[in-house]
């Protein structure tokens, strides 16, 4: 195991660029999905609707390029968003190892990822809220602003640094379980892949295999990531379209929960499962490859290893 103090700011500077890199692309090339998702959350005219037929609605009312409504506050946000969490990740993850000791680390190993990935996830969306509310308004009101610039100015005009964090509540509620099932999942489909093969095998691994495991691995993350997500994800939605009772955002998200009922709180679900499982391995792919590239050294390890047979 690598001592966290090994940890330069140089590797931290390489963590951020990369985790910034990986989830502007992912997000960014999943702008269309997105856009059709947050419709069916929505827009009554789409809520009976599933991925494909939504998809057709779209194009068939305002064109293919509404698709890419929102691309600009989508690229900007998880730029931002996505360095701070996965760097954040690392060094939350590190600095824990540091102060319960590798020993105590891998026992556990299980509160150190909670805890590593919702402390990050938290400071990140910091960063993403605004630019998150400006996509929602653009995605959800048409013609509510030509891109980012406007409809960033229009959203601060009219409401204020109040209004750009009118998301704040549920998008912690959102993003933080999503980090939760992306890393922790991740973590622990790689320590049952490598534990179910002899230390020997591990060694003899092809780049085809070790693409492999990372590939299932995220996609396992990103189904886990969605299903524990998307309540809070469709609130959001309804929140940044003004709907819902005038009060506290407590009070708001609790009728509007209420409101939507189960199935409610889940609609759209199918899409963004599929969205998110090409997301959480995407960025674990890009984010091992952005790193390798940079010359940045690999996170820290606290898997329990399989036991060997006497």
């Given at each position: ?121 938290f400071f990140a969306d910091i960063l993403l809220t605004p630019l998150e ?165 690999p996170g820290i390890e606290i898997h329990k290893k399989r036991e060997r047979k006497v």
């Open positions: 195991m690598k001592p966290a103090t090994q940890f330069t700011s140089r590797d931290y500077a390489s963590f951020f660029f990369a985790g910034a890199v990986c989830c502007t692309i992912t997000h960014g090339a999943m702008t269309p999905i997105d856009v059709v998702k947050t419709r069916i959350q929505v827009d009554p005219a789409y809520k009976n609707l599933n991925i494909i037929s939504g998809t057709r609605h779209v194009i068939a009312k305002q064109g293919a390029p509404a698709l890419l409504t929102g691309f600009g506050p989508t690229a900007v946000g998880y730029f931002v968003q996505g360095g701070a969490k996965f760097a954040g990740y690392e060094y939350w993850k590190a600095k824990s190892v540091q102060l319960v000791g590798p020993e105590d680390a891998v026992k556990y190993r299980t509160a150190i990822y909670l805890g590593s990935a919702s402390i990050a996830e509310a400006t996509r929602i308004r653009l995605v959800s009101q048409q013609n509510y602003a030509t891109g980012l610039v406007s409809g960033f100015t229009r959203l601060v005009r009219e409401g204020g640094v109040r209004e750009l964090y009118a998301g704040f509540l549920p998008i912690i509620c959102k993003q933080i379980p999503y980090a939760i099932g992306q890393f922790t999942v991740n973590e622990f489909c790689h320590e049952a892949a490598f534990r179910a093969m002899s230390e020997e095998t591990q060694k003899k691994l092809s780049g085809a295999a070790k693409f492999s495991i990372q590939l299932g691995s995220g996609i396992i993350a990103g189904f886990a990531a969605a299903v524990l997500s998307h309540p809070a994800d469709t609130l959001l939605s309804q929140i940044n379209k003004d709907h819902g009772p005038e009060g506290s955002m407590t009070h708001r998200l609790s009728v509007l929960a209420r409101q939507a009922g189960f199935r409610g709180l889940f609609a759209g679900l199918g899409p963004r499962m599929v969205m998110t499982a090409g997301l959480v391995s995407g960025q674990f792919v890009l984010y091992g490859s952005i790193k390798q590239a940079l010359g940045a050294p």
